[in-house]
């Protein structure tokens, strides 16, 4: 047994044991066929394929199937709303404060954050046109960039939107990861077209000053507000499934609970603070971990 055939045998633990002895030699066995001569370890795409696999017959065994169409049904709901803030929050950037008002901006835009919303916004597009495979590694980006904006933009002394307005937008991107391979044409539009309708609305029919409103009122306003509408939204979807007996939205509902809960938590934090609307970082902070743990802890079994 060589290197490359023991690490194949490692992934395979994700599959149930019952499997792994049915079927664990033919599967290492084509991964083993398909290698290339001097290849020791597993391909990225391989392991991937193997986890996703094992994680999927596990689900059959526990008679729970409809969680992973669940998940993706979910990740598409995850996606239209990063792609909408995205739109909301880069076309704010587009209008800081006039120069006379002495405010810091970072050149024509008001923050660094616009990198980011660029890059979210590009990964709307890209969703609609290419498979979902280049999908997942345009969203990969937009959320390194997303997580890398807060220490990049300590170095350089530059302005960039508040930590509460990034950290729901990279746990919707981590759930947007879990996009369909092969999405029907409405699904892979549907992320654009919110983004076009968010920038719309931003531009002409809200045009309020970015700095006074759109970073202002987030934190303990507009975010609560929109979580709650994903939360309805996916009610709505869990209930209109159920009535033909399928239990994917049941699954993406309970699954939209952590994204919705982080987008909550400034709202949630203020709620106890001591005027109603304000929360200390503590509170904030201590809101944050409660929504990252009860999330998960609702999911599980």
Same mark, same amino acid.
């Given at each position: 047994?060589?290197?490359?055939?023991?690490?194949?045998?490692?992934?395979?633990?994700?599959?149930?044991?019952?499997?792994?002895?049915?079927?664990?030699?033919?599967?290492?066995?084509?991964?083993?066929?398909?290698?290339?001569?001097?290849?020791?370890?597993?391909?990225?795409?391989?392991?991937?394929?193997?986890?996703?696999?094992?994680?999927?017959?596990?689900?059959?065994?526990?008679?729970?199937?409809?969680?992973?169409?669940?998940?993706?049904?979910?990740?598409?709901?995850?996606?239209?709303?990063?792609?909408?803030?995205?739109?909301?929050?880069?076309?704010?950037?587009?209008?800081?404060?006039?120069?006379?008002?002495?405010?810091?901006?970072?050149?024509?835009?008001?923050?660094?954050?616009?990198?980011?919303?660029?890059?979210?916004?590009?990964?709307?597009?890209?969703?609609?046109? @290419?498979?979902?495979?280049? !999908? =997942?590694?345009?969203? %990969? &980006?937009?959320? +390194? *960039? #997303?997580? /890398?904006?807060?220490?990049? $933009?300590?170095?350089?002394?530059?302005?960039?939107?508040?930590?509460?307005?990034?950290?729901?937008?990279?746990?919707?991107?981590?759930?947007?990861?879990?996009?369909?391979?092969?999405?029907?044409?409405?699904?892979?539009?549907?992320?654009?077209?919110?983004?076009?309708?968010?920038?719309?609305?931003?531009?002409?029919?809200?045009?309020?000053?970015?700095?006074?409103?759109?970073?202002?009122?987030?934190?303990?306003?507009?975010?609560?507000?929109?979580?709650?509408?994903?939360?309805?939204?996916?009610?709505?979807?869990?209930?209109?499934? @159920?009535?033909?007996?399928? !239990? =994917?939205?049941?699954? %993406? &509902?309970?699954? +939209? *609970? #952590?994204? /919705?809960?982080?987008?909550? $938590?400034?709202?949630?934090?203020?709620?106890?603070?001591?005027?109603?609307?304000?929360?200390?970082?503590?509170?904030?902070?201590?809101?944050?971990?409660?929504?990252?743990?009860?999330?998960?802890?609702?999911?599980?079994?």
């Amino acid at each position: 047994m060589n290197d490359l055939e023991r690490r194949y045998l490692r992934l395979l633990r994700a599959y149930p044991a019952d499997y792994r002895r049915a079927r664990g030699a033919e599967i290492v066995g084509t991964y083993l066929d398909l290698a290339a001569p001097d290849q020791r370890w597993p391909v990225p795409a391989d392991a991937a394929d193997l986890v996703r696999g094992g994680l999927r017959q596990r689900l059959r065994a526990a008679g729970v199937t409809d969680v992973i169409p669940g998940v993706r049904l979910a990740a598409l709901l995850a996606l239209v709303t990063a792609s909408a803030l995205a739109g909301v929050w880069g076309t704010a950037e587009l209008d800081p404060p006039p120069v006379e008002w002495s405010v810091p901006r970072v050149g024509p835009f008001v923050s660094l954050g616009v990198v980011t919303w660029v890059a979210w916004l590009l990964a709307a597009v890209v969703i609609a046109v @290419a498979p979902s495979r280049v !999908a =997942r590694w345009t969203i %990969a &980006l937009a959320l +390194l *960039l #997303t997580i /890398a904006l807060p220490p990049v $933009a300590a170095a350089f002394d530059a302005l960039r939107p508040p930590l509460m307005v990034l950290l729901p937008q990279v746990v919707l991107g981590l759930l947007g990861l879990a996009l369909p391979d092969r999405p029907s044409r409405v699904i892979r539009l549907a992320p654009a077209l919110s983004a076009l309708l968010a920038v719309v609305a931003t531009e002409f029919v809200v045009g309020l000053n970015p700095v006074l409103t759109y970073y202002g009122t987030t934190l303990d306003v507009f975010l609560p507000t929109v979580g709650g509408l994903l939360l309805v939204v996916g009610a709505l979807l869990a209930m209109g499934l @159920a009535l033909g007996g399928d !239990a =994917r939205g049941g699954w %993406a &509902l309970v699954t +939209l *609970l #952590t994204p /919705a809960g982080f987008l909550a $938590a400034p709202g949630l934090a203020g709620s106890f603070g001591p005027a109603y609307g304000t929360a200390t970082f503590t509170e904030l902070a201590v809101t944050t971990v409660a929504v990252a743990l009860a999330g998960p802890a609702v999911t599980g079994p």
